[in-house]
Antibody, heavy 120, light 107 residues
């Protein structure tokens, strides 16, 4: 049974840095990417980026200049940092883990979500 | 970026109905297509991967089909717990992108 639990600050001021962490419990860690996705209130889903256990990352170009995803394999955790936050970054942020059945896919299991609000 | 579109944007259906949702990619995605279900206030849940493979634990009334740029999610007999928003997502190329969603509500 794979579970993802995430945490981090929920209220930020403009220009501050978002910091979220996601812990992965259960299942194998090797060969999977761990991802971050966000969803503004009442809107659709936006993929932020991903990291594998070796630390190799892929980012959405729309956020690449402000995003850092890192991994701590000893704790089975990965983290998101997003700098220079504005009101436009207000969203529910989700972490996710890949899964493999007949083939592998990146967003098999999701965390519960963290609501992040940017307001002065 | 690959643009994903879905139709319809919303639909009303009754319990027991067969429901079909379409998803189109702006270019071929080699069947690297996933479907998710999201209920209000909850995280998305993975239903289908590789266009037609069912994630473990997902009821068999859900099925996916299609290839190239055109894909379909079918719910063979809608159940009360299936009223939700459904998203398609391509993972063929970066950045991964999602469709805008289809909201399924009660007629």
């Amino acid at each position: 049974q794979v579970q993802l639990q995430q945490w981090g600050a929920g209220l930020l001021k403009p220009s501050e840095t978002l910091s979220l962490t996601c812990a992965v419990y259960g299942g194998s860690s090797s060969g999977f990417y761990w991802s971050w996705i966000r969803q503004p209130p009442g809107k659709g889903l936006e993929w932020i980026g991903e990291i594998d256990q070796s630390g190799s990352t892929n980012y959405n170009p729309s956020l690449k200049s402000r995003v850092t995803i890192s991994v701590d394999t000893s704790k089975n955790q990965f983290s998101l940092k997003l700098t220079s936050m504005t009101a436009a970054d207000t969203a529910m942020y989700y972490c996710a883990k890949g899964n493999c059945g007949g083939s592998c896919y990146p967003l098999g299991y999701w965390g519960q979500g963290s609501l992040v609000t940017v307001s002065s | 970026d690959i643009r994903m579109t879905q139709s319809p944007s919303s639909l009303s259906a009754s319990v027991g109905d067969r429901v079909t949702i379409s998803c189109r990619a702006s270019q071929g995605i080699n069947n690297y297509l996933a479907w998710f279900q999201q209920k209000p206030g909850k995280a998305p849940k993975s239903l289908i991967y590789a266009a037609s493979s069912l994630q473990s634990g997902v009821p068999s009334r859900f099925s996916g089909s299609g290839s190239g740029t055109e894909f379909t999610l079918t719910i063979s007999s809608l159940q009360p717990e299936d009223f939700a928003t459904y998203y398609c997502q391509q993972y063929d190329s970066y950045p991964f992108t999602f469709g805008p969603g289809t909201k399924v509500d009660i007629k």
